[in-house]
């Protein structure tokens, strides 16, 4: 007789089998659950802190544009024209709602910034982004800060030595300088420099990011002299032989607005295709001759000078990320001559390093007047050059202009043409840049009828302006008989 035997799961045992499965499904779930929800939460922290970050960055826009922008308050933001601008208490994206504080900050009595105490810096600003939004309905209140500081790297030379400063030549060896204190509206007595010589044609500049002031001057001989200034002493850094009688300025000087470091520019005195040089200092050196890079000549191809260079033109870059800065310059052939410096090295190719013009104005011979000038876009950074040519005259449009676009050093200047309405010769020039858009001004005048013309740049074409004056001073060699305003921070 055969027995067989049957083998199965009790009810017991697929009660507990049954609930084994569920507690691992559950926690299987659960934990699932959790890593979406982690990832998402991640996630949405990522683009709160962008959208922090963001406001942090419009409000250094907004400093860039003017320090005046940045007042306390609880501010949103918004866009307007390409440009970012104060509006209401708090915006939103998405989920998300941004506030920006602003506040004044104090320092002790050795500089430190402190929580209480202390005297107001008036150019120092404490910003704070608070982003704020609801992961869920059940978990809300999420938030996010970031802190930043923002100082007013662009005023002039600082409060150390009150609010400007003058330096002037008096017939001595020793040039002068003043400084101007804008809380008591006076200037200090007159103190000397260091001694050089008697020096003419003075040009000066002032650090974008620290208290330091570079000026040079040209003497009756044809000696550049350079000097530095940290705010509270003055020393001779080196000279050049730059030729002439010191009735041409053949030099002059830019600091680079991100990094500080400052550049000179001069001519050698020879009618060559090296016939410019530059030396430059970082803008972590202090002042002293030792921290100046040695002489170092231009490229002499492709060629954009044929004579001995008279004049010479710098003008930075304004926006704060850029260390860009354009030189131009004209020769005894009235060639004008133009490149662009990345901060690193000056541009090679053929459509930007250049000759603009070959037939400057000029008084009696060439170049015995500088008629150009050469400004930034403050916003896009494109270059622009004007200048007036020799065939102008009374009631000839004498005023042409070029543009490097692109806002990189390595842009191609366009063709020559002709600055609308204006129906003189081009003799004195000078142009200003607006800091908060991309508008440009300029004004002239010329000999043949003594008239004063002016031109509008509005961003993308000029508008001119003949006649605004016919019985200006005539321009004699040497001369600067008009100027334009300079913004705080125009060169």
Same mark, same amino acid.
């Given at each position: 007789m055969l027995i067989k035997s049957q083998m199965g799961f009790s009810l017991v045992e697929l009660i507990l089998a049954i609930a084994i499965f569920t507690i691992m499904a559950v926690t299987g779930v659960t934990t699932i659950l959790h890593s979406f929800s982690v990832n998402k939460l991640g996630e949405e922290e990522s683009? +709160?802190?962008? #959208?922090?970050?963001?406001?942090?960055?419009a409000v250094r826009s907004l400093k860039n544009r003017a320090w005046g922008n940045i007042t306390a308050g609880t501010y949103g933001l918004a866009?307007?024209?390409?440009?970012?601008?104060?509006?209401?208490?708090? @915006?939103?994206?998405s989920k998300y709602t941004r506030q920006l504080?602003?506040?004044?900050?104090?320092?002790?009595?050795?500089?430190?910034?402190?929580?209480?105490?202390?005297?107001?810096?008036?150019?120092?600003?404490?910003?704070?982004?608070?982003?704020?939004? @609801?992961?869920?309905? +059940?978990?809300?209140?999420?938030?996010?800060?970031?802190?930043?500081?923002?100082?007013?790297?662009?005023?002039?030379?600082g409060p150390d030595v009150g609010s400007g400063l003058i330096v002037y030549g008096d017939g001595t060896t020793t040039p002068k300088f003043r400084t101007y204190d804008s809380t008591a509206n006076s200037f200090s007595l007159a103190s000397n420099?260091?001694?050089? !010589?008697?020096?003419?044609?003075?040009?000066?500049?002032?650090?974008?990011?620290?208290?330091?002031?570079?000026?040079?001057?040209?003497?009756?001989?044809?000696?550049l002299q350079i000097m530095c200034f940290d705010g509270s002493t003055w020393t001779n850094e080196w000279s050049v032989s730059v030729g002439g009688t010191g009735t041409?300025?053949?030099?002059?000087?830019?600091?680079?607005?991100?990094?500080?470091?400052?550049m000179v520019v001069y001519s050698r005195n020879l009618a060559s295709a090296n016939a410019l040089s530059y030396?430059?200092?970082?803008?972590?050196?202090?002042?002293?001759? +030792?921290?100046?890079?040695?002489?170092?000549?231009?490229?002499?191809?492709?060629?954009a000078t044929t004579g001995t260079v008279h004049w010479v033109r710098l003008a930075r870059d304004p926006r704060s990320s850029s260390n860009n800065i354009t030189a131009i310059w004209a020769d005894s052939n009235a060639?004008?001559?133009?490149?662009?410096?990345?901060?690193?090295?000056?541009?090679?190719?053929? !459509?930007? #390093?250049?000759?603009?013009?070959?037939?400057?104005?000029?008084? !009696?011979?060439?170049?015995?007047?500088?008629?150009?000038?050469?400004? #930034?876009?403050?916003?896009?950074?494109?270059?622009?050059?004007?200048?007036?040519? !020799?065939t102008g005259a009374n009631g000839t449009n004498g005023a042409r202009y070029s543009r490097c676009t692109g806002g990189i050093y390595?842009?191609?200047?366009?063709?020559?043409?002709?600055?609308?309405?204006?129906?003189d010769d081009i003799h004195n020039i000078d142009m200003t840049a607006n800091p908060i858009s991309n508008q440009i001004v300029y004004a002239a005048i010329g000999d043949a009828g003594d008239d004063l013309t002016a031109a509008y740049w509005s961003g993308s074409a000029w508008t001119g302006y003949a006649n605004l004056d016919i019985s200006s001073e005539s321009p004699f060699a040497g001369s600067k008989l008009v100027q334009t305003y300079k913004y705080p921070d125009g060169g």
């Open positions: 683009n +709160a802190h962008l #959208y922090a970050q963001e406001g942090i960055e866009t307007t024209g390409n440009q970012w601008n104060f509006l209401g208490t708090s @915006d939103t994206k504080v602003i506040s004044s900050v104090n320092r002790d009595g050795t500089g430190n910034i402190v929580e209480s105490g202390g005297t107001t810096d008036p150019d120092t600003m404490k910003v704070t982004t608070n982003v704020n939004w @609801d992961f869920s309905e +059940a978990r809300t209140g999420n938030s996010i800060s970031l802190v930043s500081y923002l100082t007013n790297f662009r005023k002039a030379i420099t260091t001694a050089g !010589a008697s020096g003419q044609f003075f040009a000066m500049r002032t650090s974008p990011t620290k208290l330091e002031a570079v000026t040079g001057y040209i003497t009756s001989t044809g000696t041409t300025r053949r030099f002059d000087i830019g600091y680079e607005t991100n990094s500080g470091d400052v030396r430059a200092k970082p803008g972590s050196t202090a002042c002293g001759s +030792a921290n100046w890079t040695g002489e170092t000549n231009f490229s002499s191809t492709p060629s060639d004008l001559g133009v490149n662009n410096w990345s901060g690193g090295g000056w541009a090679t190719g053929s !459509a930007t #390093y250049k000759a603009l013009e070959t037939n400057l104005e000029r008084k !009696a011979t060439a170049q015995d007047v500088d008629s150009f000038e050469v400004v #930034y876009e403050s916003l896009s950074g494109n270059m622009m050059v004007v200048w007036g040519i !020799a390595t842009c191609s200047w366009t063709a020559t043409a002709s600055v609308p309405t204006v129906s």
